[in-house]
């Protein structure tokens, strides 16, 4: 009967012991979880507070409020440097981007410009890069509207000395070097040099160096010109993209709201700022696309001009205006086609078909298996699967939630597909 009670008495000694831990560990849960509330807290004040001071020298539009609820447009902006002697000379952007945010899809599309975009103002032939040094935010917004027939809602103007702190802020970014890079302006203090086949940790002055090169001393480089140059922002900007979506991020943004009321310009408000900041951080990689605008270059009285073409820009202006519109990169997609019959070159015949429609990135081979013909998805939306069903001419369906292996698609040929001769 004693040893009875001792084992009681020592069950519940122990069951007391385990709920004063449970209770310390419960009190210190709670600290740190107020505590934590308290930072952020903090943090969402100081960043609302120096978000705000970005509206004091922001130019007014008609509306800074969306008319359309479908999208949201924001025209970026960055300008040179002007003349470094007067620093109240006109500036014209050296960079343009359309942000589009398709609010139903959660889409983001940012449609770079091309700085030589031929434009008239008050019917005198300009190209778009001059528009703000002739009328400032107001008129480079008018003439985008303009040529895109569609509504600005926000601006953001930066300049190359903010864009240089910008990027000191977030940490820099390496960044794979693809041709060598030799270039010096030494009226703007301008020397760039950078080695092929080298990566670089490009910071402030470095990522300003190579989002400004165009062609080297000798005058070799982007046979393209400006759409080229535009090509190697683009690899900066997914650069900068994948950094932000980091965790690496987080202990930097204190320093990036601290830069932006100094050197960023905008007619947001800083409720918007965030609002929209959160909102294109969640937009998963499958759904953001950036892109330049279709056209030529050509010389008119000896001046040299992009023109813009909506024809070759028609996938743009299907994203920026149609809410329900759809696209794909298709050549983004790791396809596999097996034929499973016996005859010949069915997957090949299948692989030079589809690659005239943008399909580049595929692999053919030949397995036994079934009549039937499928095909099989690997972590892709429906929206996208029904557009490539389209190209392959296939309705017998499969998905898999994760990419299990090395492709996106893969395509099996069965007994009841034919050859196909269009």
Not at 408 to 420: C, N, T
């Amino acid at each position: 009967m004693r040893e009875k009670n001792v084992k009681k008495k020592d069950v519940n000694n122990k069951k007391t012991v385990r709920n004063k831990k449970r209770r310390k560990k419960k009190k210190v849960f709670r600290k740190i979880i107020f505590l934590l509330v308290i930072f952020l807290l903090g943090m969402g004040i100081y960043t609302l507070y120096n978000i705000s001071k970005l509206n004091n020298k922001a130019e007014k539009l008609e509306s800074s409020m969306p008319e359309n609820k479908d999208f949201v447009n924001i025209l970026a902006m960055g300008v040179d440097i002007g003349d470094p002697k007067n620093p109240n000379d006109p500036k014209r952007t050296d960079t343009m981007i359309l942000i589009n945010y398709n609010i139903k899809n959660d889409r983001l599309a940012m449609i770079s410009i091309p700085r030589d975009t031929y434009i008239e103002i008050n019917g005198r032939p300009k190209k778009i890069n001059q528009a703000h040094a002739i009328g400032g935010v107001k008129t480079a917004v008018s003439e985008v509207e303009e040529l895109l027939d569609l509504k600005i809602d926000y601006y953001g103007k930066i300049d190359y000395s903010g864009f240089r702190t910008l990027i000191d802020a977030m940490g820099g970014v390496d960044m794979e070097i693809e041709r060598n890079m030799k270039y010096d302006d030494e009226g703007q203090d301008l020397h760039i040099d950078f080695k092929k086949g080298t990566t670089v940790h490009l910071d402030g002055k470095k990522a300003e160096e190579f989002f400004r090169w165009r062609k080297n001393n000798d005058g070799t480089g982007f046979v393209d010109g400006d759409i080229g140059r535009i090509r190697n922002q683009h690899q900066f900007m997914n650069k900068v993209f994948e950094k932000i979506k980091s965790p690496s991020i987080i202990p930097r943004i204190p320093s990036i709201v601290n830069t932006l009321p100094e050197y960023v310009e905008t007619n947001m408000s800083s409720t918007d700022i965030l609002a929209y900041a959160m909102k294109f951080a969640r937009v998963s990689k499958e759904n953001m696309y950036v892109k330049t605008l279709g056209g030529e270059g050509k010389y008119i009285k000896g001046i040299s001009y992009f023109i813009y073409d909506p024809k070759a820009s028609s996938e743009i202006l299907g994203m920026i205006h149609n809410p329900g519109y759809t696209h794909i990169v298709k050549d983004k997609f790791n396809i596999k086609i097996l034929n499973e019959t016996n005859k010949v070159g069915l997957a090949k015949n299948m692989s030079e078909n589809v690659s005239k429609k943008g399909y580049k990135n595929i692999t053919t081979g030949n397995i036994t298996g079934t009549d039937k013909t499928k095909i099989i998805f690997y972590g892709i939306n429906e929206d996208t699967a029904k557009i490539i069903m389209k190209d392959f001419n296939i309705s017998n369906v499969e998905f898999k939630k994760e990419k299990e292996g090395e492709f996106d698609v893969v395509v099996y040929l069965g007994h009841d597909h034919e050859y196909i001769n269009n």
